[in-house]
């Protein structure tokens, strides 16, 4: 079992940052791939950003060059880092777990994940 807590959201301006951060306990967190997804209201659950356990990264296309993903195997901790904020990035934003698989599958779908957080919001105004 892994939990998953996030942390970090808020109001933010159009063009501003914010840092999420997403803390991993129960099991080791090197032998997990990391993703973020986000889910506005009305709309399915989006991927955003994904790292593996080998530290590749994965960005949807709307997020490359303005987010970045990055973990921190020894303080069991994912972050993503997001700048050049819009009004449309407005959503609850989740941290995912996926356990190390053989053959990997990819890191950009929900139902690979294994694990959830409960979600921060991220609010950007216009």
């Known amino acids: 079992q892994v939990q998953l807590v996030e942390s970090g959201g808020g109001l933010v301006q159009a063009g501003g940052s914010l840092r999420l951060s997403c803390a991993a306990s129960?099991?080791?967190?090197?032998?997990?791939?990391m993703g973020w997804f986000r889910q506005a209201p009305g709309k399915e659950r989006a991927f955003v950003a994904a790292i593996s356990w080998t530290g590749s990264t994965y960005y949807a296309d709307s997020m490359k060059g303005r987010f970045t993903i990055s973990r921190d195997n020894a303080k069991n901790t994912v972050a993503l880092q997001m700048n050049s904020l819009k009004p449309e990035d407005t959503a609850v934003y989740y941290c995912?777990?996926?356990?190390?698989?053989?053959?990997?599958?990819?890191?950009?779908?929900?139902?690979?994940?294994?694990?959830w957080g409960q979600g921060t919001q991220v609010t950007v105004s216009s």
């Open positions: 129960g099991r080791t967190f090197s032998n997990y791939a």
């Open positions: 995912a777990a996926m356990a190390r698989r053989l053959i990997p599958t990819g890191f950009t779908r929900a139902y690979d994940y294994d694990y």
